[in-house]
Nanobody, 123 residues
Framework: QVQVVESGGGLVQAGGSLRLSCADSGRTFSSYTMGWFRQAPGKEREFVAGVHRSGILTYYADSVKGRFTISRDNGKNSVYLQMNSLKAEDTAVYYC????????????????WGQGTQVTVSS
């Protein structure tokens, strides 16, 4: 089982950067694809980025390509989201999640979820 906790959110000005972290306290972290999703007020939860359990393969939503980078360290049971050139529309609660399949951008494909961390970008 995967139990993840996100950290690193906060308030940043437009154009700035933040790095989110997600740590798993379980023993099977390296078996899962890990993903980041976000949800803004009044909107549905949307996919941001995903990384294969190997850490080699990644995929992104078009809205963040070239600005965000997902990575993982299986030795530390952690996944990261480096967010650069932040925009006001990136404001949302960001969630870390785990899936047994690779390549899906649907929340339904992800089994385990963290509680989320707030990211606010001021314009």
């Amino acid at each position: 089982q995967v139990q993840v906790v996100e950290s690193g959110g906060g308030l940043v000005q437009a154009g700035g950067s933040l790095r989110l972290s997600c740590a798993d306290s379980g023993r099977t972290f390296s078996s899962y694809t890990m993903g980041w999703f976000r949800q803004a007020p009044g909107k549905e939860r949307e996919f941001v980025a995903g990384v294969h359990r190997s850490g080699i393969l990644t995929y992104y939503a078009d809205s963040v390509k070239g600005r965000f980078t997902i990575s993982r360290d299986n030795g530390k049971n952690s996944v990261y989201l480096q967010m650069n050139s932040l925009k006001a529309e990136d404001t949302a609660v960001y969630y870390c999640a785990a899936a047994t399949v690779y390549g899906s951008n649907s929340p339904q494909a992800y089994t385990y979820w963290g509680q989320g961390t707030q990211v606010t970008v001021s314009s």
